[in-house]
């Protein structure tokens, strides 16, 4: 919840800036938290910056503020839930056999691009290549 009584220079527009911060939070997909936090950066901006703080529609500054914050990475995105690990087929993990098949046909397909380029030492069979 915003506590507009430490954010006197919005607290006329208290409803509008109330319903619009979910929306921001919804739109910059951050939580209301990270919204809450920039809203009170942008009026201590405010206070610091006196002539050049908005004085007739704080509303859209909030939204330009949020905008510019979002672009330079003040306004975070959600966290991730770092813990998900996906969960793996038998099908999907790669057995020896598999590997070794693997390894046999790059092997085979960089001989045929080597045939192409005319290398002598593989073509006459000077240079061993172990499979």
Known sequence: MIDFEK????????IQIASMAPQWADVYDVTIEAVERQLGIAHVWCESN??????????RFLNNWMRIAKNMGSLVSKPVD??????????????????ALMKEAVVRSRLKENDKLNLPGLLKGEIKIEI
């Open 50 to 59: 006196k002539k050049k703080a908005p004085k007739k529609d704080p509303v």
């Open 7 to 14: 954010l006197p220079r919005f607290k006329m527009r208290e």
């Open 82 to 99: 770092t813990n998900y690990k996906p969960v793996r087929n038998d099908d999907e993990v790669m057995s020896g056999e598999d590997f």
